[in-house]
């Protein structure tokens, strides 16, 4: 009884320090991806667009997308090898089935967050393009 008691212990403890460290593993879509500034549909004058710009840049590049998704296949592949092979975890099946299952689950949410904000920088370059080409012409004309 005192080993079962100490063995669901050092489950929890395992546990406890796993949600502890998702937050910190977890990639780069959540943690080094940078969107555009709230709003920026709004703004009209391509001036102050500009300056929005330039003051708050955000992420255009994929590669750290790529690197969340090939980490959420890794670990997705990692479920499934725990899932159909009986004899490889024993006793430990659950808790693979859980840490594969989460980590795949975190790094596949970041990967879809991350490409979500690259996605939304590439509008919102595109819109302050268009706008200061729009400014120059106009421009141009007078």
Known sequence: MIDRTIK??????KTLWLLLLIPSLTGCG???VDGPPVGWENVEDPSELEAVALMTPCTSG??????DAALAAIYA???SAVAFDDDWYYDAKTEGLLYTGLFSGTFSLA???GNRRVNECAAFNAHVYQQLRNSAEGDDNR
């Open 8 to 13: 669901n212990a050092n489950m929890v403890r």
């Open 77 to 79: 592949l990692g479920f």
């Open 30 to 32: 959540f943690l080094f």
């Open 111 to 113: 990967a879809v967050t």
């Open 62 to 67: 994929k590669t750290l997308i790529y690197m």
